[in-house]
């Protein structure tokens, strides 16, 4: 079956630290991979996404990088910033031409700090 | 563009009532709509696919008697609680699917139900 793996967190940076949230998957067949950000008190909203193999999703100055050979999706951000804490959900989907499934990680909440 | 709306945004019922709950697509049409359950601290659980006009696919575990789904439309889908009781308690979000795009799901803000 598909499976993602989320690093566990919760992950605590200082302002402007380096952000790297690991995510790898299994699947079978060849998925589409996002990851998708969850504010407090609110729904998921699409953060990135890559369709094929060494493809790069960017956004807000995050990035993820679809790697087939080692099956992840890892999240990286430069500097992070304390607007950017948030629960983050690794996800990946099969197009099966019926029913459209998302398989989500188990989120990786973080938490940045003055 | 690509908002879906839910109503209500917070309910709290007494236990053995029923709560609907409404997700819109609110400028794109949506051929299928998703409805998840997501506990404290933890990932979504996908309860049920609904596709406009046809009866909606429950997952394995989830009570479709009990979680009603109705897509009438294809800018509308309900969720109804019957009988609720404190242990349905949870955050439920839905999703949609724009009509010829598969793999992609906007997300609703969710909808907190408290059942006391």
């Known amino acids: 079956g598909n499976s993602v793996t989320q690093m566990e967190g919760p992950v605590t940076l200082s302002e402007e630290a380096f952000l790297t949230i690991n995510c790898t998957y299994t699947?079978?067949?060849?998925?589409?991979l996002f990851w998708y950000v969850q504010y407090p008190g609110e729904g998921l909203q699409l953060l990135l996404k890559?369709?094929?193999?060494?493809d790069k999703g960017s956004n807000k100055g995050f990035e993820a990088t679809y790697r087939k050979e080692t099956t992840s999706f890892h999240l990286e951000k430069g500097s992070v910033q304390v607007s950017d804490s948030a629960v983050y959900f690794c996800a990946l989907h099969i197009n099966t031409g019926t029913a459209s499934k998302l398989t989500f990680g188990t989120g990786t909440r973080l938490q940045v700090t003055l | 563009g690509a908002v879906v709306s839910q109503h209500p945004s917070r309910v709290i019922c007494k236990s053995g009532t029923s709560v609907k709950i409404e997700c819109r697509s609110l400028?794109?049409?949506?051929?299928?709509m998703f409805w998840y359950r997501q506990f404290p601290k933890q990932s979504l659980m996908l309860m049920a696919t609904?596709?406009?006009?046809?009866?909606?696919?429950?997952e394995q575990g989830v009570e479709k008697d009990k979680f009603l789904i109705n897509h009438a439309s294809l800018t509308l889908s309900t969720l109804t609680v019957t009988s609720a009781h404190p242990e349905d308690s949870s955050f439920y979000i839905c999703s949609a699917s724009p009509s010829g795009r598969q793999e992609t799901q906007y997300f609703g803000p969710g909808t907190r139900l408290l059942v006391l």
């Open positions: 890559a369709t094929k193999a060494d």
């Open positions: 609904s596709n406009e006009g046809s009866k909606a696919t429950y």
């Open positions: 400028d794109f049409q949506a051929t299928t």
């Open positions: 699947a079978t067949g060849y998925p589409s």
